[in-house]
Structures are given as C-alpha cells and as structure tokens.
C-alpha cells in the first residue's frame, strides 16, 4: 500500500497564478483533510471531508477551494495564488468514521508563490 | 474552537537523556491527544496517543501523560537516541465530524551524541 501520495512535491508559481494540489490514499478512509504547515505555527487545517461527497472548511479556508473527486481522492485549489499561501501543504485521511482516530499524512508538498 | 499550545519550541538534550514536552488545550470536550513525530522533509506520523478516560500510556521509551483537571498532556521520551531527534507535535480533538485535530506549534528536539 502506498498509503497517501501528494503530487507535486514542489511548485514555484507567480502571483496570481492557479493551480491543483492532488492528494490520494488507499486505505479505504471515508475522511480527508488539507493542512498547511509554516514555520512556528504547526499545522493548520484549511480545508476537510467527512465522507464522499462532503466538505467544510477548517481554520484557514480563504483563497482555497476543494474537491472530493471520489472516495480516493482529495484535491486543493489556489484560484489566485498569493505570496501569504507560500507553505508546506500536507494532505491526510483517517478512518474518523468508523472510530479510527488516527491521520495519516502524505509527504507534503512544497509551494512558493513569488 | 479549540486552542492547543506546546512547549518548549526547542530542546537539546544528550544522548540518553529524557525529553519532556508539554502542551495545554483549551476545550474541556477533547477526549483524543494525539503525538506526532515529524523528520525533516516527511509528512508527520504517529507515534502515541491517548484517550480522555485514560491517565498514562506507554509505548517503550514513549509515554504520554493526561491531566484533565488542569487540561495538559506531557510527553516523555526516555534514553534518547540521536535517531529520535525531529519535530513534535501535540494535538487535540473531540468527538464529532471527521474529528479535526487542532496542533501545537511543534517542538525541534536535538539529541545530541
């Protein structure tokens, strides 16, 4: 099992560009989240689904939207990328439903807005 | 919401040494405190948790401590190796949808040989 995956793992983007983050896992978890990682802040939830076809916002949800594609997949969205959203992003899931309480993390990826 | 806050942001200790952490939550209906361990360029993983109705648990060098009365948990590494040093994390969360963690903003321990 290759657990989560992110792709990509870096990314240079220009103010104003968009783009996708992509995030799968295999593990059959109904949850999923996007985290944000900066320097002195821990990690901080931007965005989470509780199941297929679900979502809500976390801590940190502006400038960001997402997608549930499918019980796989979770994906994350700068519309207009600005230099505040450069930061680690981290995608994670978890059997919550089902009384797991464990997250399991992706490698990150690593995003600078210039 | 919930607010989570750990200390100390840095730690040196050497070889063989214990380590303690401690972080403080605000909501007193979390019931789940988990640990996680990050190394450098890698997504956090777990390395211990604790449940609200449950005082202390331990996991071989690892253990985690719980006071709900005064609402902090306290993390305790024994015999430090060099292998153990990376970034921490505390977190907390209560029952309810997909239970959102709420994190400390993390320790850099430093084991040194």
């Known amino acids: 099992n290759a657990g989560v995956t992110q792709t990509p793992k870096f990314q240079v983007l220009k103010t104003g560009q968009s783009m996708t983050l992509q995030c799968a896992q295999d593990?059959?978890?109904?949850?999923m989240y996007w985290y944000r990682q900066d320097p002195g802040m821990g990690l901080r939830l931007i965005y989470y689904s509780a199941s297929e076809g679900t979502t809500d916002k976390g801590e940190v949800p502006n400038g960001y939207n997402v997608s549930r594609l499918n019980k796989r997949e979770f994906s994350l969205r700068l519309e207009s990328a600005a230099p505040s959203q450069t930061s680690v992003y981290f995608c994670a899931s978890s059997a919550a439903d089902a009384g797991g309480y464990e997250q399991f993390f992706g490698p990150g990826t690593r995003l600078t807005v210039l | 919401g919930e607010n989570v806050e750990q200390h100390p942001s840095t730690l040196s200790v050497q070889e063989g040494d214990s380590a303690v952490i401690k972080c403080t939550y605000s909501d007193s209906a979390s019931n789940y405190f988990p640990w996680y361990k990050q190394e450098l360029g890698k997504g956090p993983q777990l390395i211990i948790d604790?449940?609200?109705?449950?005082g202390e648990k331990k996991d071989q060098r690892i253990a985690v401590t719980l006071n709900k009365t005064a609402k902090h948990f306290s993390l305790h590494i024994t015999e430090t190796q060099p292998e153990d040093s990376a970034v921490y994390f505390c977190a907390a969360t209560r029952s309810g949808s997909a239970r959102q963690l709420t994190f400390g903003s993390g320790t850099q321990l430093t084991v040194l040989p």
């Open positions: 593990m059959n978890h109904n949850s």
């Open positions: 604790i449940r609200s109705n449950v």
